[in-house]
């Protein structure tokens, strides 16, 4: 059954479409996540310099939004996360590991025809 999603999956690009969907969020949060506080600090410093009567609101130090960002990053590690895990899941074959007499036996067999030919 989940051979079968995977296969449509991955011949109709739906996932690679999914992977890169969930990527581009996990990037654009991060983004924000940078963006945001220096927007508002700017915000603050443009309204104090256009309106100095109204300036002692801002004047009072804020309280750095703790709450948002720790969702903010419990949000783009869980994109991210996602989008690791739905790649290796479409895309990535599991290792193959193969025992010693597997390989010693196709060694020799490889060395009389190699010899032979000579």
């Given at each position: 059954?989940?051979?079968?999603?995977r296969?449509?999956l991955v011949?109709?690009y739906a996932?690679?479409i999914?992977?890169?969907?969930?990527?581009?969020?996990?990037?654009?949060?991060?983004a924000l996540l940078?963006v945001?506080?220096?927007?508002?600090?700017?915000?603050?410093r443009?309204?104090?310099?256009?309106d100095p009567?109204?300036s002692?609101l801002?004047?009072q130090?804020?309280?750095f939004?703790?709450e948002?960002?720790g969702s903010q990053?419990?949000?783009i590690l869980?994109?991210?996360l996602l989008?690791f895990l739905?790649l290796?899941?479409l895309?990535m074959?599991?290792a193959?590991?193969?025992?010693p007499?597997?390989?010693?036996?196709?060694?020799?067999?490889?060395q009389?025809?190699?010899?032979?030919?000579?």
């Amino acid at each position: 059954m989940l051979n079968r999603i995977r296969k449509a999956l991955v011949d109709s690009y739906a996932g690679a479409i999914a992977v890169g969907w969930l990527l581009s969020q996990g990037i654009c949060h991060c983004a924000l996540l940078i963006v945001s506080p220096l927007t508002i600090w700017a915000q603050i410093r443009l309204q104090q310099r256009l309106d100095p009567s109204r300036s002692i609101l801002y004047e009072q130090p804020q309280r750095f939004p703790y709450e948002q960002v720790g969702s903010q990053v419990l949000l783009i590690l869980i994109l991210l996360l996602l989008a690791f895990l739905l790649l290796r899941w479409l895309y990535m074959e599991p290792a193959k590991v193969e025992g010693p007499s597997e390989s010693e036996e196709t060694e020799d067999e490889a060395q009389p025809h190699s010899q032979g030919e000579s």
